[in-house]
């Protein structure tokens, strides 16, 4: 069932919501050792809140739009009482005295958390092995990787363990495992989803969002954790609905830029085939396909790379062994309480990517990296800008190729890195982007990317009930 047809079952009493929780559960407990997809459930916890949602429905109380739903958080989103560790050792044993609003926005709406997903350490990584809690792997082949950063959020929904999950987008870490496994990732605008309590990875970037098997679940999330807060000071009150149904895509404009397409950038062959055919179909439905050109792509990596780094640099400084987390128990001076803290609590990617921040950050260098960075950022934007003046949605790819085997680009950073090539435009524009299924090549799932322009999610969700239904007619 849909989220929506789940939440109204439970609330006319022919579900019972404890009933879900438990099932959930279960399912975790069976699937999640072969998967290491949940760092952590919360048993007791979930199924105390779904027995009061019971409650509330016995006693012919509204219990919300998504009342019942068992959800699952990544473990970088603050949950009151219970541990959060953003999978890195720096904070085993941290629990926060308050909830993410995002979070606190489903318990509101009736939905039941039933626990804590994998995920790469503070969202660095692209295939859920920098994590202090052991690699997750892919549900379609358990000798693949599911994605990163938010791998175990998008390997529990395609392995049916819960319906929702929620992951957070620093430069394609819903988009992409979502594409991996198969299912649904929306990276919403910047600012449309509040970011409190979410541990920082690049602030100017990172973005909570929904992880379904539909567009229309995605949608039905959006529009529960969406909306300004006073607690975050670059949320937006939304200027326009997110989501359009029954519209259908007949006269929506897409772009699709020629170097997304080109394989000699490292596309496989075969996923753009499927995505041409896609297209065709599309077009056949009534879309309006252009071409444009987008140059700047060559440059989307090391703008994105500097940014994140530079902003992850001074986001972590905060784990210092003194306040909270890990503290070392040597060190005969401050500094080296510090150094002796962080070099034992953050992991290997971590540590090359706060050295690297600090290095583009310092002295000397800031204006030959960091402000460049940003300066070309400007440029993206004005150059996306320009293209949704005559499109409603630009689409290509979400990922190069199919989900790779574990272990396969560790020893690669540069490779690893390339598989952020065409999500990372969204977060450096603050674009909403989308990843649907649109089928699979050598069995494994294969997803394509929707951007709007800002605040266009309406747009995005109405072509991307359109890939999904004729995606759907095909198979």
Do not use: W
Not at 192 to 199: A, E, H, I, M, P
Not at 330 to 347: D, I
């Amino acid at each position: 069932m849909s989220l929506r047809e789940t939440a109204r079952a439970v609330a006319s009493g022919k579900l019972s919501a404890r009933g879900l929780a438990q099932q959930a559960l279960e399912r975790a407990e069976a699937k999640n050792p072969a998967l290491n997809a949940i760092v952590r459930l919360r048993a007791q916890a979930a199924l105390s809140e779904a027995a009061a949602i019971d409650r509330r429905v016995a006693a012919g109380e509204d219990p919300g739009v998504l009342a019942g739903v068992p959800v699952l958080i990544k473990d970088n989103l603050a949950l009151e009482g219970t541990e959060v560790t953003a999978c890195s050792r720096i904070l085993k044993g941290f629990v926060p005295p308050y909830t993410a609003t995002a979070v606190r926005k489903l318990q509101q709406a009736g939905a039941v958390i039933i626990g804590q997903t994998n995920m790469d350490e503070f969202a660095m990584g692209s295939s859920t092995e920098h994590s202090c809690y052991g690699p997750c792997r892919n549900p379609r082949d358990v000798a693949c990787v599911p994605g990163g950063s938010s791998g175990g959020s998008a390997a529990a929904v395609a392995a049916g363990i819960a319906p929702l999950a929620l992951g957070t987008d620093t430069g394609g870490s819903i988009r992409q495992p979502a594409a991996f496994c198969g299912v649904v990732g929306l990276k919403p605008t910047y600012g449309r989803v509040s970011r409190y309590g979410l541990f920082a990875y690049g602030s100017s970037l990172d973005q909570i969002g929904p992880l379904t098997h539909s567009v229309a679940d995605a949608a039905l999330a959006l529009s529960v954790i969406e909306g300004r807060d006073d607690l975050d000071a670059t949320s937006l009150a939304a200027p326009g609905p997110a989501h359009v149904y029954g519209e259908g895509v007949r006269g929506l404009r897409i772009a699709v830029p020629r170097e997304f397409m080109d394989t000699s950038k490292g596309l496989r062959r075969e996923v753009a085939s499927l995505l041409r055919d896609l297209l065709d179909r599309l077009a056949r439905e009534g879309a309006e396909i252009r071409e444009v050109s987008l140059p700047v792509l060559d440059y989307v990596i090391p703008v994105y790379y500097l940014i994140a780094v530079s902003e992850a640099s001074s986001n972590l400084a905060r784990y210092d062994g003194v306040r909270y987390g890990l503290r070392s128990g040597a060190g005969k001076s401050l500094a080296e309480l510090y150094g002796r803290t962080r070099a034992e609590g953050f992991g290997r990617e971590a540590q090359v990517r706060v050295l690297l921040g600090t290095y583009a950050l310092s002295a000397g260098y800031s204006d030959a990296y960091y402000k460049k960075a940003d300066r070309l950022r400007r440029h993206l934007r004005g150059r996306m800008d320009a293209i949704f003046r005559d499109v409603d949605v630009v689409v290509g790819p979400t990922a190069p190729d199919v989900a790779f085997r574990l272990g396969e680009k560790l020893s690669d950073p540069l490779s690893m890195y390339m598989q952020d090539l065409y999500t990372t435009l969204a977060n450096l524009v603050q674009s909403p982007a989308m990843s649907v299924p649109c089928g699979e090549v050598d069995g494994l799932p294969v997803g394509v990317q929707i951007m709007g322009r800002p605040f266009g999610e309406a747009d995005v969700f109405r072509a991307g009930t359109a890939a999904e239904q004729v995606c759907a007619a095909v198979s």
